[in-house]
């Protein structure tokens, strides 16, 4: 049809009849005058709709299997990664054990030294890049962990709290070279401070020049003000090397920590300070020594030379009579 006035007349009325009859059958409720002719197209178009349904219904179904199995496959897909993920977390058998005795151990020394600990991961170590000795733990601002905290694990010592993150934190081991503790010796109670030296032994520069020293004498921490960022009375470690007291204020030793700091796991964070100093009772009792066995040799005394040869000729005359009387003897 071209583009003409008339046409244009034509559309124009066949709008006004469409909107009259809609305006017509909705204002006719169920008698509308136009519901025969509403019926009459049901009955001539309704087994056309019904065909077309009929045809589409199967492609429809199959597409929405497709899509559920699709669901299910991702959904199987999702539950195999979790046991993964599941089974990577728990580890072999031999390392839950030995993460169950960190564990226990973390939780007796916090029982000696009655520390309210919250307990955490190691889960990252510091930057390669960095020169600095800091590891990663999975507690945060979230858990109660503030700056400053006092870090330990079994053994002991391992470093303090330095940055805070909602679910994280950055601890400062006690082997790095910008970190110092006070310490006291065990017994003599001689004060020092503890610095560290990498992967060397700790420095620990006592406050006493004349201090009597040796090797095997244990240290713990003195504790700062206010519990920060030291809590007293944590194992830092043992003293391998004394430096020879050269009439100086102070005197430099060496000492072992207790601490591996190469193969930290779970460690605990001292979230309560003790309310009394604990002092020596967290270190761990020093193996009884093994009892010497003394054999004791009783000497027996030597007859002079003439007894020794009047007993052999006496023994040499008893064998002689014994043989004379066996050969008397008659059956």
């Known amino acids: 049809m071209r583009d003409t006035r008339e046409s244009r007349l034509l559309l124009v009325l066949l709008i006004a009849i469409a909107f009259a009859l809609i305006t017509v059958d909705i204002r006719g409720g169920q008698e509308s005058p136009v519901d ?49 993920e599941l089974k990577a977390e728990l580890g072999s058998d031999d390392r839950n054990r030995n993460r169950l005795r960190e564990l226990d151990s973390i939780l007796k020394t916090a029982g000696a030294g009655q520390y309210g600990i919250k307990g955490a991961q190691v889960i990252a170590i510091g930057a ?35 940055t805070v993150g909602p679910s994280t934190s950055t601890v400062l081991l006690a082997n790095d070279p910008d970190f110092t503790v006070g310490t006291r010796m065990e017994k003599s109670d001689e004060l020092g401070f503890a610095t560290g030296q990498g992967d060397r032994p700790l420095l620990v520069q006592l406050l006493n020049g004349k201090a009597k020293v040796k090797p095997g004498d244990r240290l713990v921490t003195f504790g700062s003000s206010a519990d920060k960022p030291f809590v007293p009375g944590v194992p ?58 003394t054999v004791t040799v009783t000497p027996t005394a030597t007859p002079p030379d003439g007894q020794q040869a009047a007993d052999g000729q006496r023994n040499q005359q008893n064998q002689q009579g014994q043989g004379q009387d066996q050969g008397d003897t008659t059956p």
């Open 36 to 84: 025969g002719a509403r019926q009459a197209a049901a009955a001539v178009f309704g087994p056309v709709e019904n065909g077309v349904a009929a045809a589409v219904d199967p492609i429809g179904n199959a597409i929405g299997a497709v899509r559920d199995s699709g669901e299910r496959h991702t959904r199987i897909a999702a539950l195999e990664k979790e046991n993964a």
């Open 128 to 162: 390669a890049q960095g020169f600095s000795w800091t590891v990663t733990v999975d507690v945060g601002a979230r858990d109660g962990i503030k700056r400053d905290m006092t870090v330990l694990n079994g053994s002991g010592l391992v470093g303090r709290v330095t």
């Open 236 to 293: 830092v470690g043992e003293v391998v090397r004394v430096d020879p007291a050269g009439g100086g204020l102070t005197r430099n030793i060496y000492v072992r920590p207790y601490v591996g700091f190469t193969k930290l796991d779970i460690v605990g964070v001292v979230v309560q300070a003790p309310r009394a100093d604990p002092r020596d009772m967290v270190l761990p009792q020093k193996p009884k020594p093994a009892p010497t066995v």
